[in-house]
Each structure stands twice: as structure tokens, then as C-alpha cells.
């Protein structure tokens, strides 16, 4: 085997609240944390790990319910793009439930281990799944990749910060690019021989001279690449990738359709034709790339094919540009497909017949990146939009049955008592199905850290402060509008998320019981803040027994329950 990708690795929640906990003073992740969980039988769990609970102790039986347990989007893209380049590579989706599966590929002694790290924002889950790797293959060279990766070499500037970070994450080979594929392809035909190979001469590595005593003095390649003053990594020039995404699109035909059907997510570009001010992701992408329309048909074909039902389109602007995006419906409608479909949505970028276009090819709902209800934190943000292309898309989409799930950001540089009060009234005004709000997380590599001198801003990740806010008080406000919302749902921000909903809605939870399961979590959820609005429980845990009692009769006419 060249190689065993390794898709996300869950760490313990207790093990993860325990760790933030000891930092409370000095960073929001705490209370960040402590807006995705909740206190429910003595114990911190996610809402997902709830609903689980509710519907064994109501059928006695197990369903294992858990957005990771969809096919995840990049160990399939990396598994078609090995194999198109005759290199063998096997998948383990979701580490936690298939251990059996991890294990036993990883006693055959695959070449080399690549470990994806799309899902990570700590370094702790991938220490876990490396020190395991080296437990159970040994002779396996584990490989590292993925943006984690490649925000450490944007952000950590200095040579010696990035080999601090890399010697206490413990891989032998890290990619450092914003795509990768392509670097990890060269890598392994160049590992194939005996475990030797010519890797001095593929770009965008870095690897320790410690690594290189393993291959043949004979084949490492140009002697003359050493590494930098002081550093004991060596580097290979850096090469842009920019994989064409028609020649390179997941031939599906690679996995069983169990594993993908009945619902999968779908990409049909790569990259963002927008510069947010809170985001590095168009920096760290590269230019915006998109598939042609007889690529994606012949894709949404082969998904039909195999069973799927349900499909999440992840790019990050779907209907940019609009006309692109009525092809793709219209398209979708002539082959008569009848997918329900979800994606990320700009209200700044339709019109009517987009939203009919979009009802009759069997859009179910919409991802809403609003980020504030205040127009001066919108201009602020750089989200070139005016509010009430939000209000009459919002109205739109709700006319004709399309759900929408708001995101919000408390805390963007700017932010005061009196925006955050806006975006309260215009929550309530619109009263979009879902919401979820979640404390500004600052980066040295997103746009508007050039202008931290004018903002006062200091600090990062969650731990900042600016002229008109903290993130303690941030956090203050965040809760205080989770307690007075009345209009929309609040969805957790991890493994709760909008993607939840169509997974949920595939296995034959309806959309009302998802909803009604939210509605009794939101009291546990104020528990968490010590508000007013909170209660015991008690009525609580009661009746959330007793929906788990229907979800389970749901589950269990669509086989999604296991003895």
C-alpha cells in the first residue's frame, strides 16, 4: 500500500473542556467551547451525543449518529487523485468508529500514513492519531498536509516557530501548500522504491535531517539543499499548486455506494471571489477556479447512480456568479434528478428567478454567512453588501419552503453594545430558521490585521482585545443574545452545525423533530452561562425522552437503528 489516509480523529469532550478550562483567564475558547455543549446527565456532551443518549434510553437501541460518519470530502478527493496517478491508497473516514478498520490497515504496514487535517484548529487531536500511527506502524512515514498545516507556515513567520510547532507534532513529511494533492503524489512515487526516493527535489516539503538517515545516501537527491541557519528542517522550494479541478473531480466508482449514499457533500469550485476582512481563506486558496457544467453533471450522474438523495455543495460562494449557478439548477432540473440539495448562499448575488430556480431543482436550505444585523459592522467587515438584500432574501427564501441558517461573528474589530443590539433586532425582524453566533477569532494572516494599529487590536485567536471590545465582554454579549432571541433556533457551532441538518434529515429525522430537539436544548444551553433565563432541566430531560421515543420510531422505519 503507498499509502493510508486518515480522515478526522475526535478527541475525548472532557479531555478537550479540561484543556481550555486551564486558559479560561487569558482566552475565549473556554466559553467558546461552552456554546457548543451541554451539561446533560452529569456529564459534557455535544447535542449529537445527546440525541444519541434520548434514543437509546428510548429504544434500547444504538443509532451512532455523527456528522463525520458522512464520506468526508477530502480523504475521497485524495483516494480518486492517488489512484488516477496509479498509486494505491486506502481511506479510514472517521478514525473513532472505524478503529477495527485503522487498525488492521495499519498492521499491513502501509508505506506512508497521510493524515488530512481540514477539521483541526489544535494540535492536540494530531499529536493523539501521530503517536498511534507510530504505535501500530512503525515503519510507516507519516505525512501531515492540509490547511492546519499550511496556516502554520502562513502565520508562523520565523523558521524557528514553525520547527518548534513541527517537532512537537512528531510527522516525518509536511506539506506546505494550500492544495497539496498533487506535492503528496510526487512524494509517494518518489517513496515507492525500497522506501527511498528523490524527495530533495519535490517542492513544498519540509522534513527533518533526522528523516533523511532512513533512505539511501545514494537517492536523496541534490545535496546541495540544506536547511536554513539554525533550523534543522529542510525545505523544498516552494511551487504553487493549482490542481484543474475538471480532470482531477472524485470518481466515486473507487467506493461503495453504502459509503456515499444517501447523502455526500459536492464541490463545483475551489476558492472565494471575496476578501471578508475576518477571513484568510481567499489568501490561503489561491485564485478562484470552477468546474465545467458537463463535469458536474457527469458527477451528480454517478452520485444519482449509487443512491444519493441528499447532496451539500460546500463551495464557498455557490451561486457567484449567477449565471453559472441558474446553468447548474437548470441542469439539474432536465435531468430530473430530484436531489435535496444545501449550500452556502448570497443574498447579494439572486434574484426571483434564482429563488424558483433554486425551489424547483430541490433546494432544502441555505447557509447564510450574515455575520452582523448592523450595516456600519458589514462595511467594517468588507462584506460588500447592503442589509436589505439579507431582509428580501431571507423573505424569499422562506416563501418558498428553503430554510436558512444564519452565522454570526460577536466581537469583529468595531463591534459595540449598540451593533450587537442591531443585529438582535434583526434577528427578530427576519426570524431566519437557524443561528448560530461565535466569538471573533482573530488571525495575523486575515485582511484586517493591517489595520490593528487603528483598531486598538492586540492579541489573537480568542484572546483579543480593541478599542471599543474584549472577548470577555464579547462573550457577555453573545450569551445575553442566545438568552433574548426568541425568532430562530440556536444550532451549536460544532458538530451540530448546518451540515447536521441534511445528514439528519437523510437518515429520517424530520425537519420539525430536529427543530423541537433544539428548542429543549436551549435551556441546558443557557445553563452553561449562568443567565437568568436558565432552568434545572427537569422538564427538560423529560420531554426530550419523550421525542426521542418518535426520532427512534423515524430511525427505525428508515433502518437507521442497530441492536
Given amino acids: 500500500m503507498d499509502c493510508l489516509i486518515l480522515g478526522f480523529y475526535e478527541l475525548a469532550l472532557d479531555k478537550v473542556i479540561d484543556g481550555y478550562a486551564e486558559m ?19 456529564r459534557w456532551m455535544h447535542y449529537t451525543d445527546i440525541l444519541n443518549e434520548i434514543i437509546s434510553s428510548a429504544s434500547g437501541k444504538q443509532s451512532g449518529l455523527h456528522l463525520m ?48 487535517t481540514t477539521h483541526y484548529v489544535t494540535e492536540t487531536p494530531v499529536k493523539e492519531l501521530i503517536r498511534y500511527v507510530r504505535r501500530l506502524s512503525p515503519g510507516s512515514k507519516i505525512i501531515l498536509g ?26 516525518d513529511i509536511y506539506v506546505g501548500s494550500a492544495q497539496g494533492e498533487f506535492t503528496l503524489a510526487r512524494t509517494l ?28 545516501p545514494n537517492s536523496i537527491g541534490a545535496p546541495g539543499l540544506e536547511p536554513p541557519q539554525g ?13 484543474d479541478l475538471n480532470e482531477n473531480r472524485i470518481d466515486w ?49 454517478q452520485l444519482s447512480e ?32 430530484n436531489f435535496q440539495w444545501f449550500s452556502y448562499f448570497r443574498c447579494s448575488h439572486a ?73 438582535i433586532e434583526f434577528l427578530e425582524e427576519t426570524r431566519p430558521t437557524f443561528m448560530k453566533a461565535e466569538l471573533y477569532f482573530h488571525s495575523h494572516t486575515v485582511p484586517v490585521h493591517k489595520d490593528a494599529e487603528r483598531y486598538g487590536l492586540r492579541g489573537s485567536g480568542y484572546g483579543w482585545q480593541h478599542n471599543t471590545m474584549d472577548w470577555q465582554t464579547a462573550c457577555d454579549h453573545l450569551e445575553r443574545m442566545y438568552a433574548s432571541v426568541q425568532g430562530p433556533l440556536i444550532c451549536p457551532v460544532y458538530l451540530f452545525d448546518f451540515w447536521t441538518i441534511p445528514y439528519f434529515l437523510s437518515k429520517g429525522i424530520s425537519l420539525d423533530q430536529i427543530k423541537r430537539f433544539l428548542q429543549l436544548c436551549r435551556p441546558l444551553l443557557l445553563n452553561n452561562f449562568n443567565l437568568p433565563e436558565a432552568n434545572d432541566g427537569t422538564k427538560t430531560y423529560d420531554s426530550l425522552i419523550e421525542l426521542g421515543k418518535e426520532i427512534a420510531s423515524s430511525l427505525n422505519a428508515n433502518n437507521g437503528l442497530c441492536t
Avoid at 456554546?35 to 446527565?41: E, I, N, P, W
Avoid at 518518489?190 to 527533518?208: C, D, H, K, Q, Y
Avoid at 533550523?231 to 499548486?241: D, K, L, Q
Avoid at 475551489?270 to 481563506?281: I, K, M, N, T, V
Fill in 351 to 423: 434574484d426571483e428567478e434564482s429563488f424558483d430556480l433554486m425551489r424547483q431543482s430541490g433546494c432544502r436550505g441555505v447557509f447564510l454567512g450574515i455575520e452582523s444585523g448592523d450595516q456600519e459592522m458589514l462595511d467594517r467587515m468588507n462584506k460588500r453588501v447592503d442589509i436589505e438584500r439579507y431582509r428580501t432574501g431571507i423573505r424569499s427564501l422562506h416563501e418558498r419552503g428553503i430554510f436558512t441558517f444564519i452565522s454570526l461573528i460577536v466581537g469583529f474589530p468595531g463591534e459595540t453594545e449598540q451593533s450587537v443590539r442591531k443585529t
Fill in 24 to 42: 479560561r483567564k487569558y482566552t475565549g475558547a473556554y466559553r467558546h467551547q461552552l456554546h457548543a455543549v451541554l451539561r446533560f446527565r452529569g
Fill in 306 to 337: 449509487g443512491g444519493v438523495r441528499y447532496i451539500i455543495f460546500i463551495d464557498d460562494s455557490f451561486n457567484v456568479p449567477l449565471s453559472r449557478f441558474k446553468e447548474i439548477m437548470r441542469m439539474m432540473i432536465d435531468n430530473n434528478f
Fill in 231 to 243: 533550523s534543522h528542517y529542510i525545505r523544498t522550494p516552494v511551487e504553487i499548486e493549482d490542481n
Fill in 146 to 171: 492540509g490547511p492546519f498545516v499550511n496556516n502554520i507556515c502562513l502565520s508562523s513567520g520565523d523558521i524557528t516557530t514553525q520547527d518548534f510547532i513541527f517537532e512537537k507534532l512528531g510527522a
Fill in 69 to 116: 460518519r458522512m464520506p468526508g470530502l477530502a480523504v475521497c478527493y485524495l483516494k480518486s487523485f492517488l489512484a488516477q496517478r496509479g498509486l494505491d491508497a486506502e481511506i479510514v473516514n472517521f478514525c473513532n468508529t472505524e478503529k477495527e478498520q485503522m487498525d488492521t490497515l495499519l498492521r499491513k504496514g502501509p508505506r506512508a500514513v497521510a493524515i488530512t
Fill in 253 to 301: 466508482g473507487l467506493f461503495l455506494p453504502s459509503f456515499y449514499a444517501p447523502v455526500t457533500f459536492m464541490r463545483t469550485a475551489r476558492g472565494c471571489p471575496f476578501d471578508c476582512a475576518f477571513c484568510s481563506f481567499p489568501t490561503m486558496e489561491g485564485q478562484l477556479r470552477y468546474s465545467r457544467l458537463d463535469e458536474i453533471e457527469k458527477e451528480m450522474k
Fill in 189 to 216: 512515487a518518489a517513496m515507492r522504491n525500497g522506501n527511498t526516493g528523490n524527495l530533495r527535489e519535490v517542492p513544498n516539503l519540509i522534513f527533518s535531517t533526522e528523516f533523511l538517515k532512513g533512505f539511501d
